[in-house]
């Protein structure tokens, strides 16, 4: 424990009360007496990324399995990397504690140009940038004030499970200031608004009471609950059958009697669409109905069949309730919902398998993902980029416990190479797979490298189907063509001299069998497969959805 605390003293300590476990950070001149400060307080361990982008979505990751993150970058050159990968836990709704250094307070307001900066003398518009993607900004300007900005940026930050941005001047990063106090209010949710909840509560029921046909129909927010106990205990209460959203993979149990698949219109699980399109009551958990999720806005439930339980709000037969968390109004509902017949019996759920191929043929999409999905147990999390590894991950079937995470609402590839690192390290006792595509791995390669640095044993699976599939789906042309790798060789040269990750080839479904095992072996390091797929080979659902969303895209201006 330091002597005299300081202001990069104050924020470490408050990092571990928090439960973080690790911060992500890349140095640079405006952060470097910060880090030296938050290695020295020592709460929690300083891991180092290749680049800003990455750290942010290593942050990003960490959130998804620790609740939140902290990641400290340096102003300007490493901040406007990593915005956006900021916007991306503003769109998944990850709580990452985003620290960025700043100029000396000696040069604010002085006129004086600095490096690193776009050449004038006003230093504001980096925050102002953040304010869109975070929601707390606080930009510290002097030591005394620091403890009270740094608290409220982590409690908004952990209460409305946003990013949060703190910027801390170089020359005040090692400055005194008073040592935290008890952590308590960082920790606890805003007391519920009593009324509020009661009423929203009060007209749930009553939807319930009213509806013939309902079912849930979980959304990926969700995930901030940091359990699914919540939503089975609804369903349990209600005794009526459960669907989840494509982004919501994982977040009902598949082994549970009400699971009936995934619902995402038309390339929904079978069943899963009759049963949603036709409930009169749909209850939907903390969705997201963007364009993806209504394969090109063609299902969404309507207005008068739809109770929305959201992060903050619950809207049914047209008002709206605020005032309380999800979590407070789930607890609620379990409780009072009223008791009806259940109707889970009336349907069933077939699960499709997925096709095999023999084991000397070359390998084939069907043949990857199934033999993935038998590597899957309840303790595996399935970090799946965005792409075709999107609906690979969604048509396994999963044992209780096991996770998918994906990035549905911000798609920003390259993503899941950090995320799947940040998540790994976020929960070591877990198996973690890693799905992407070629085009993705493109964008954030190097950051295998880290994986080896840490010994993260991630199971990689690289799909070398040479291109943008999904966007050869939706709209083709030259600009969906990459430049071949050779992806699984790059492990050697991120090994250098010291690293264990091992670089492996699979052209047939026996070489990936053979892959497998040896992934398994390797404890002490990625295993990278570099999965060889025909351009032409992907998942059906991705063709009907792709040409679903490129309709939507392409509808003409309307006319006055
Ligand atoms: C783009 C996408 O190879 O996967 O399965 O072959 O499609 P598939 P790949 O990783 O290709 C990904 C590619 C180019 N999207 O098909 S989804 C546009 C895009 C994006 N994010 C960023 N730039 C471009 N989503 C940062």
Redesign the pocket.
């Known amino acids: 424990m330091p002597k005299t605390y300081t202001v990069g003293h104050y924020l470490s300590e408050r990092l571990g009360q928090i439960g973080l476990k690790d911060h992500f950070a890349v140095a640079g001149d405006f952060n470097l007496v910060l880090l030296d400060q938050l290695l020295e307080e020592g709460s929690t361990k300083q891991l180092y990324s290749c680049n800003e982008l990455n750290c942010g979505y290593t942050a990003e990751g960490y959130a998804r399995a620790n609740g939140a993150a902290a990641m400290i970058v340096t102003f300007n050159v490493g901040a406007l990397s990593a915005i956006?990968a900021i916007g991306s836990a503003y769109a998944e709704s990850l709580p990452v504690i985003f620290v960025s250094g700043g100029p000396n307070t000696n040069d604010q307001g002085s006129g004086h140009i600095l490096h690193h900066t776009i050449g004038n003398s006003n230093y504001g518009y980096q925050a102002e940038m953040f304010r869109h993607v975070t929601c707390a900004t606080e930009v510290i300007l002097s030591a005394e004030n620091a403890p009270a900005q740094i608290d409220n940026a982590i409690r908004t930050a952990l209460r409305t499970r946003k990013p949060c941005y703190i910027e801390i001047p170089c020359n005040l990063a090692g400055a005194e200031c008073v040592r935290p106090g008890p952590v308590g209010s960082l920790l606890a949710e805003t007391t519920p608004d009593k009324v509020s909840l009661d009423a929203a509560v009060k007209a749930a029921c009553d939807f319930i009471e009213t509806r013939k046909n309902l079912v849930i129909l979980v959304g990926s927010r969700v995930r901030t609950l940091g359990s699914l106990e919540p939503i089975v205990a609804l369903a349990d209460r209600i005794g009526c059958a459960v669907t989840v959203m494509g982004a919501a993979k994982s977040f009902f149990p598949e082994t549970h009697k009400a699971f009936r698949g995934v619902y995402w219109g038309e390339v929904s699980s079978p069943g899963a669409q009759e049963l949603v399109e036709k409930a009169d009551g749909v209850i939907c958990l903390a969705p997201i109905f963007n364009d993806y999720a209504t394969v090109g806005w063609q299902s969404k439930p309507p207005a008068s069949q739809a109770l929305i339980a959201d992060l903050a709000e619950v809207t049914v037969d047209g008002k709206s309730y605020a005032g309380f968390h999800l979590g407070a109004f789930l607890a609620a509902l379990s409780e009072k919902a009223p008791s009806r017949p259940a109707t889970v019996e009336n349907t069933k759920y077939t699960p499709v398998a997925i096709p095999s191929s023999a084991p000397g043929v070359p390998l084939t999409n069907d043949e990857m993902a199934r033999q993935i999905n038998a590597l899957v147990d309840g303790k595996t999390t399935i970090t799946a980029?965005?792409?075709?590894?999107w609906f690979n991950a969604i048509r396994m079937h999963l044992p209780e416990g096991a996770r998918v995470e994906t990035e549905m609402q911000w798609?920003?590839?390259?993503w899941s190479v950090p995320a799947a690192l940040g998540n790994a390290i976020g929960s070591p006792d877990r198996q973690h797979i890693l799905m992407?595509?070629?085009?993705?791995?493109q964008?954030t390669a190097q950051e295998v490298a880290q994986m080896i640095r840490y010994e993260v044993p991630v199971i990689v699976f690289l799909?070398n189907?040479r291109?943008?599939?999904?966007?050869?789906k939706i709209h083709d042309g030259n600009y969906?063509y990459?430049k071949n790798w050779d992806y699984a060789g790059l492990i050697k040269a991120f090994n250098a001299e010291d690293g264990q990750g091992l670089g492996l080839h699979a052209r047939t479904g026996a070489e990936l069998a053979d892959a497998i095992e040896k992934a398994k072996a390797n404890k002490k390091g990625p295993t990278f497969i570099e999965c060889h797929i025909a351009t032409e080979d992907?998942t059906d659902t991705?063709v009907q959805w792709g040409k679903k969303v490129a309709a939507a895209n392409s509808r003409p201006p309307q006319k006055n």
Do not use: A, R, W
């Open positions: 956006n980029e965005t792409g075709d590894s798609g920003s590839i390259g992407v595509g070629d085009g993705s791995f964008l799909v189907n291109g943008y599939v999904i966007e050869i969906n990459i992907c991705l």
